[in-house]
């Protein structure tokens, strides 16, 4: 099936990578976002977001006049299906704050044709969609549940080939017309609506455990003598238990996974039911912080008060320049809490938004060396493969006295010892 007239609301990671894609896949798409300037923006070509491969699907697309973007919805009148890809950021109680997907059903409400499906990708609790189609039953458009897998700097690679596409839906037609767009090959789960939404949030909600896990096991393995890696190497020999998601780390971050456990909490307490894995991976991950401050604390020769602590990686994960939820921005704003000055560099620093380091007290510099120049400790907080192959001999040079903590256990343990330097790998036996 081509020329499905697609429609996609919010172009950030999941409706941009939802619009050029399906434009890629010979679907007139229209992509409709708030944000008029980064709106001209794409029609212009750039992609604002640096994901692999966008930039030319978006330049394709554009060509080829199968894609286009606007900050008007009334440019998707003629659309056959609508995905709606708005942020559902968190409440103060965890609760996923639906108010932008409301306000592009207001106006999609009243301005699609009988037969359009709307098709929610954003990531909404169990009820959401069967809660919508009950308030747009009198237009006779229907919705779908589809939500989204993708992960930031792999979103391209992952839409195109995706694990699964999960499509919740009671209507066949509608659920055959979302299928369809993803086309034959795609591996599609046809589910009910509440299972599509809890089946992304309890995804989300596994890789967190996972890497909770992962990140409580380093500190028994410092604690006994033991090493993380071949520990987690044997365990992700396991086919049933799977290499992934296994890297300890400062703990999990980034725009998904923080929010979505909470909301997944936010449902099992309206349900009344209880969901410790979660609620202790939550913890696990929320003690992460506090113990980088501590093993700075007693391992540093200066006091943190008095101590230059240099950051190196601040974005969520490697990859991206997106900082939102990022661990390494929590660790600087508590390290900054003891008096400490913090330099950060990140490979990204250009991108990203300046604002969240001025807030989490980091100096952001433009060179990695400058970032480590007379330091008491160089904390590795983003595992950028650069990082191995900074001169760290120089750095030994330039702060002869510095504790390197490394949180993604990234660097050479033997090449960082033969620089002088102390090295601490995260769940090494002679780390933290
Ligand atoms: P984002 O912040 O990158 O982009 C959202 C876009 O929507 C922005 O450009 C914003 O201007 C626009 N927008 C907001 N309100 C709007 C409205 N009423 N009408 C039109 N445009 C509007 O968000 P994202 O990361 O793409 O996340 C979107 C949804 O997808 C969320 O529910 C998220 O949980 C889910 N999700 C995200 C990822 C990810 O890796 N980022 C992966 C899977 C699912
Ligand atoms: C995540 C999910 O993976 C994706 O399927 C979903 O659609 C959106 O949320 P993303 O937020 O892009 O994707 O990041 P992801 O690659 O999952 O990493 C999340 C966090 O976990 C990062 O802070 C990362 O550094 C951390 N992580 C990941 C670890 O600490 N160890 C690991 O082994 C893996």
Request: include cysteine; hydrophobic fraction near 45%; charged fraction near 20%.
């Amino acid at each position: 099936m081509t020329g499905v007239r697609v429609g996609v609301i919010g172009a950030g990671y999941v409706g941009l990578t939802t619009a050029v894609c399906l434009a890629e896949r010979g679907h007139p798409t229209v992509c409709v976002d708030v944000d008029a300037g980064r709106v001209e923006h794409l029609n212009r070509g750039t992609p604002l977001l640096d994901e692999p491969g966008l930039p030319l699907l978006l330049r394709q697309g554009l060509d080829a006049q199968t894609l286009r973007f606007s900050a008007d919805y009334t440019d998707l009148a003629d659309r056959d299906l609508v995905f709606i890809c708005v942020p559902t950021p968190s409440r103060f109680d965890g609760s996923a704050d639906l108010s932008a997907v409301e306000a592009a059903v207001a106006e999609l409400a009243s301005l699609l044709p009988s037969a359009a499906v709307l098709v929610l990708k954003s990531t909404v609790p169990v009820g959401t969609t069967r809660w919508l189609a009950r308030r747009l039953k009198p237009t006779g458009l229907r919705v779908v549940s589809n939500p989204e897998f993708l992960r930031e700097s792999h979103a391209i690679y992952d839409f195109q080939h995706p694990d699964r596409v999960v499509i919740g839906a009671d209507d066949d037609a509608a659920a055959e017309m979302v299928a369809a767009v993803y086309g034959a090959s795609a591996p599609t789960l046809r589910m009910s609506p509440e299972s599509a939404e809890l089946a992304k949030y309890a995804s989300n909600a596994f890789l967190a455990v996972k890497i909770s896990y992962t990140n409580s096991l380093a500190r028994l393995c410092a604690g006994v003598g033991a090493d993380i890696g071949d520990v987690t190497r044997c365990m992700g020999a396991d086919v049933r238990i799977g290499q992934h998601f296994l890297q300890p780390g400062p703990g999990w971050g980034g725009s998904c996974l923080p929010k979505d456990t909470a909301a997944l909490l936010h449902t099992g307490r309206l349900a009344g039911v209880e969901l410790p894995e979660v609620e202790s991976a939550r913890c696990t991950n929320a003690a992460q912080p506090a113990r980088i401050v501590s093993t700075l604390s007693r391992t540093m020769a200066t006091p943190l008060a008095h101590a230059r602590v240099a950051v190196l990686g601040l974005t969520f994960k490697a990859g991206t320049s997106d900082v939102r939820d990022s661990p390494a921005l929590t660790i600087c704003a508590e390290l900054g809490r003891t008096g400490a000055q913090i330099t950060g560099y990140d490979p990204r620093l250009e991108q990203i938004d300046q604002a969240a380091l001025r807030r989490a007290s980091i100096v952001a510099v433009d060179d990695p060396y400058l970032a480590a120049k007379d330091a008491d400790a160089v904390v590795v907080l983003t595992e950028w493969p650069e990082f191995c192959d900074l001169n760290w001999p120089l750095i030994a040079e330039q702060s002869p006295a510095a504790v390197v903590l490394d949180t993604r256990n990234l660097l050479d343990p033997a090449s960082l010892a033969d620089t002088g330097l102390t090295y601490l790998g995260n769940g090494m036996p002679s780390g933290y």
